[in-house]
């Protein structure tokens, strides 16, 4: 029993250190890609892109939360030792997400036609658009049956499979793309035909990851079989959407609060300023995907407690996964917030600095308010007590809609970021955290002092150091920011040692490293 409990305790660092690895690797790839691609297509195409990226995007929500299902599902029978079970959910959910990407491609037929009525897309690019859209859906297909296979993954806690999956997708695409922009004399002559290419690369590496994703799910959940009779059980159907159509719902909410903001700027707006404000998301997504990398353990981790009869737990993962998810994440947002119209500048260019830098300070608020809203919306989902969460979402994506609408009228591409930011705030330090209480029964005074308090405390010594340093030190490459970074780095470490970490905590981290050392 006691080794059992301590195999379970080390699941989560095991998977977060994995999944920051194939993190790390996509934001490099991704990093030095981002002002490559941009330079090769040119402001108002790299928009143009990013618009249908936007779009299609929107199809990733026919998952219905089937994925979500695979995983609890998943994660419970195997505890369990129910492998029937897990077979026959796995089968529906395979038949569920192939019906969902045949839909997909045909909705993305009918959005084609309309694609010029819909974006301020210059004169001449309307057809490049139409075919970029139908490859992009198809990749939404194959990443949607992709997504089962993962599922099965991350209820193994299997991670590092996963990651390696990624990687192997990224640096097939990143190699292809590079290749492609250096050697193609059609996008040499036309810019805006580099978005085919572009789509087709990423349907090319979502096909090898399909593949790959196949046989690593096999070896690692040998008794969970596919079949046919399996795939039709109703039960197996209406227990995925039962329990999925929930959580889709929160991540059609999600998705509209999240990429709203790029739709709504190609609309009002002239399409080359959505490269400002895709330039500032850019970063705080590859943060929002460090994140990930601890929130996402979350789920599986809860199923696999609910299933051994272990939810008095669950608790503590909410209150101190939110603390430590926020100590990681912090140095990055308060990098964002004083520094981040240097970087924009010293990585993209000089003209999209001060602009994308200023909303990548507002993008950055609302990436802190997220680190809390995610731990206990993953929570929930492994619960099983996420319907709550609904209403939640439903609120986040109406008011930042709204917001958005209005201020981007009379502020422009700067009203988006404030439409994302203040519902943003009222539901992560508010709705969600009541609902928390009335699930957990968590202290609220424990919450915000504990998770969200010592956080802040912690970081300021940091910011102080970053804000002295970009005053009297400006950067003037890449090269010396991330040295004047990683010299401030220590000074984020001591203050999460100090006032991050209570004391009971400092001294099992402090015993943790001599046995390690020793």
């Not at 309307?126 to 490859?135: D, G, K, T």
Request: charged letters at 15%; aromatic letters at 10%.
């Amino acid at each position: 029993m006691n080794s059992d409990s301590k195999r379970i305790d080390a699941r989560p660092v095991r998977n977060v250190v994995s999944n920051w690895g194939g993190f790390l690797f996509s934001a490099l790839v991704s990093f030095f890609l981002g002002p490559y691609v941009l330079g090769k297509l040119g402001t108002t195409t790299y928009g143009i892109w990013a618009l249908i990226g936007s779009l299609v995007g929107y199809f990733g929500l026919l998952d219905l939360g089937v994925r979500s299902a695979v995983t609890k599902f998943v994660a419970s029978y195997h505890s369990a030792g129910d492998h029937e079970s897990a077979s026959d959910i796995k089968s529906a959910a395979l038949l569920a997400f192939t019906i969902a990407g045949l839909v997909a491609i045909v909705v993305a037929a009918g959005i084609s036609f309309f694609v010029e009525r819909i974006f301020s897309i210059p004169p001449g690019s309307e057809n490049v658009a139409r075919v970029a859209i139908m490859i992009m859906a198809t990749n939404i297909a194959v990443a949607l049956v992709t997504g089962v296979y993962g599922g099965i993954l991350t209820a193994r806690h299997r991670f590092d499979l996963s990651n390696l999956i990624g990687v192997v997708g990224v640096t097939v695409r990143g190699s292809a793309i590079v290749i492609a922009l250096e050697t193609g004399t059609t996008i040499t002559h036309q810019a805006d035909q580099g978005i085919i290419v572009l789509a087709v690369i990423q349907l090319m590496s979502s096909v090898i990851q399909l593949m790959l994703a196949r046989i690593l799910s096999r070896r690692a959940y040998r008794q969970a079989e596919t079949s046919i009779r399996r795939a039709f059980s109703p039960d197996s159907l209406k227990k995925i959407f039962s329990f999925g159509l929930l959580s889709s719902a929160i991540h059609v909410f999600a998705a509209i609060a999240h990429n709203s903001s790029l739709i709504l700027i190609g609309s009002l707006l002239p399409v080359a300023m959505v490269t400002y404000y895709s330039i500032a998301e850019s970063l705080t997504e590859y943060t929002r995907q460090l994140l990930s990398g601890i929130t996402h353990t979350v789920m599986p981790l809860v199923g696999s407690m609910q299933g051994a009869r272990q939810v008095d737990s669950v608790k503590d993962v909410l209150v101190l996964g939110t603390r430590y998810a926020s100590l990681v994440v912090l140095p990055i947002i308060a990098t964002f917030m004083i520094r981040g119209e240097s970087f924009i500048s010293l990585w993209m260019g000089a003209e999209y600095g001060r602009l994308s830098g200023q909303i990548l300070t507002l993008l950055s608020v609302s990436l802190w308010a997220m680190v809390g809203y995610q731990v206990c919306t993953t929570t929930m989902i492994g619960l099983g007590k996420h319907k709550g969460m609904v209403p939640i979402f439903a609120f986040e994506a109406a008011a930042s809609i709204t917001f958005s609408i209005v201020l981007i009228q009379k502020i422009g591409v700067l009203g988006s970021a404030w439409g994302v930011l203040v519902p943003r705030l009222i539901v992560a330090l508010g709705m969600s955290v009541a609902y928390a209480k009335k699930v957990l029964h968590i202290s609220i005074v424990e919450y915000y002092v504990d998770s969200i308090g010592r956080p802040i405390v912690a970081i300021l010594p940091f910011a102080a150091v970053s804000y002295a340093v970009e005053r009297a030190w400006p950067a003037g490459n890449l090269a010396v920011f991330f040295l004047q970074v990683t010299l401030a780095m220590p000074v984020a470490i001591l203050g999460t040692w100090i006032f991050g970490l209570k004391s009971d905590e400092r001294t099992k981290l402090a015993n943790a490293l001599r046995r390690r050392l020793a």
